[in-house]
C-alpha cells in the first residue's frame, strides 16, 4: 500500500515515460492477479426512473428532457437470455433509484427468474442505489451476488456540493456498510475531475476504497451533461480531455497496486472519453469490461452524460466489439467464467 503522499505524487507526476512506468507496473500485478484475462459483464439498464436528483446526473428526477422507460420483465429476462445463450456467466442490472414496493418486487421476481433459467448460471451484479437492509437482504435471497454503490467521493463537504440536502453522505457510507454485511460482494466508485475536487481528495478515495474492504471497484471521468445542474467552474483537476483521461488511468492504476487482489473495472465513461479509452484501462490493470447489452431503443434513454458511446450500437455489435478490441491489445475476454473478485473469495475462506 502507498501512503497518501506517494499517491498524490503519481497523481500529479507529467513525465510520460514515469506515467508509462505506473501503468506498466499496475498491468503486472494484474496479470499475476488472473494473467491475461478480461472477465466480461453484459450491462442491462432496466431504467431511468429515479427518485434522486444528484446535480451532475443526466437522468436525475428534475431532468423534464429524459424519456422515461422501465424495461418489462420479459424484456429483462430476454435480453439475459440471450447473454446466457451467448456465453456470458456475468450480469449487471442497473437503473435509477427507486424504493417502492413495486419495484423492489419487480427486482426480485426478475432476480429469481434469471436464476431458475440459468440454473443458478449467472452471477448477477445489481445496481439500484441506496436501499433499507430488508431489501438488500431480500435481492440477495433472490439471487444478487454483486452490488455496486457508488460512493462518487469519499470527500464529505465534496459530497455535499455535488447533491442536494437530502442526499446525505452518512446515508451512503451506511448502504455500503449493510450491502457489505448482507454478504454480497461489494462495489463502490468515485468520479474523477470533479468541480473542487483535488488531488488529495482522489489520494483518499483509493485509501477509502480500502478501508471499507471493497471488493470491486469501477470510477471514470466526470463528464458533464447538458441538462445537469452541476453548474460550478471552479476546477483543480485537468479539464483538458487528453489530460483527464491520463489521470483516470492513473487512478485505475494505482487502485491496482494498493489493492490487487480486487476485480476493478474499466468503464464506458473512460471511452466517452476517447474511443481507445476503455483499452486504456485495462493496459492500466482494470480486469472487468462491460459492454451494454440493453436493447438498442432504451439506449439513448440512459444518457448519465454527454456523448456517451455505444448507443446506436445492438447488443451483437457491442459483443463483437468488445472481444475485438481485447484481444488488441493482447489480453483475453473470458466468457466462461464467473468472475468473482479474489478478494471477497479469500475472506470468505478465511471466515
Ligand atoms: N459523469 C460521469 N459519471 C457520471 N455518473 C453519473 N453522472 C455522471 C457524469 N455526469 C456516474 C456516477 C453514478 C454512475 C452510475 O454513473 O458515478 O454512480
Ligand atoms: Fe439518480 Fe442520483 S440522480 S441516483
Avoid at 194 to 205: M, N
Avoid at 211 to 236: Q, R
Avoid at 279 to 292: D, H, K, R, T, Y
Amino acid at each position: 500500500m502507498l501512503d497518501k503522499k506517494e499517491i498524490v505524487k503519481f497523481l500529479k507526476e507529467t513525465d510520460k515515460s514515469k506515467n508509462s512506468e505506473l501503468f506498466n507496473r499496475a498491468r503486472e500485478i494484474k496479470h499475476q492477479l488472473c494473467d491475461k484475462d478480461v472477465y466480461i459483464r453484459g450491462l442491462v439498464e432496466i431504467s431511468n426512473y429515479c427518485r434522486k436528483d444528484c446535480y451532475y446526473c443526466g437522468i436525475r428526477k428534475s431532468n423534464k428532457n429524459v424519456n422515461r422507460y422501465l424495461m418489462s420483465e420479459d424484456e429483462i429476462i430476454n435480453t439475459a437470455k440471450w447473454a446466457y445463450d451467448n456465453g456470458y456467466k456475468s450480469l449487471v442490472l442497473q437503473s435509477g433509484e427507486r424504493i417502492d414496493d413495486t419495484f423492489i418486487q419487480f427486482v426480485e421476481d426478475v432476480l429469481k427468474k434469471i436464476r431458475q433459467f440459468s440454473n443458478n448460471g449467472i452471477h448477477v451484479t445489481i445496481s439500484f442505489g441506496e436501499q433499507t437492509e430488508e431489501t438488500y437482504q431480500r435481492w440477495y435471497e433472490a439471487g444478487a451476488h454483486r452490488y455496486l454503490l457508488r460512493v462518487e467521493t469519499s470527500n464529505r463537504e465534496l459530497y455535499k456540493k455535488l447533491h442536494p440536502e437530502d442526499h446525505t453522505f452518512e446515508n451512503r457510507i451506511n448502504a455500503l456498510n449493510l450491502i457489505k454485511e448482507t454478504g454480497y460482494q461489494l462495489g463502490t466508485g468515485v468520479m474523477i475531475g470533479l468541480p473542487h475536487q483535488t488531488y488529495e481528495d482522489l489520494a483518499d478515495d483509493i485509501i477509502f476504497f480500502r478501508d471499507i474492504d471493497v471488493d470491486m471497484v469501477g470510477m471514470g471521468p466526470y463528464l458533464p451533461h447538458k441538462d445537469a445542474a452541476l453548474e460550478d467552474s471552479v476546477y483543480n483537476l485537468p479539464t483538458d480531455k487528453e489530460e483527464l483521461l491520463t489521470l483516470s488511468l492513473k487512478m485505475i492504476a494505482l487502485t491496482r497496486i494498493c489493492l490487487p487482489d480486487i476485480n476493478i473495472a474499466s468503464t464506458t465513461a473512460l471511452q466517452a472519453i476517447k474511443s481507445f479509452g476503455r483499452e486504456q484501462g485495462i493496459l492500466a490493470g482494470a480486469n472487468v469490461f462491460m459492454p451494454n447489452i440493453s436493447e438498442g431503443e432504451y439506449r439513448p434513454n440512459y444518457q448519465l452524460y454527454d456523448n456517451k458511446p455505444c448507443i446506436d450500437d445492438s447488443s451483437d455489435e457491442c459483443m463483437e466489439c468488445a472481444g475485438k478490441r481485447i484481444e488488441m491489445i493482447g489480453e483475453e475476454i473470458r466468457y466462461d467464467v464467473w468472475g468473482d473478485s479474489q478478494h471477497f473469495l479469500k475472506k470468505k475462506k478465511d471466515g
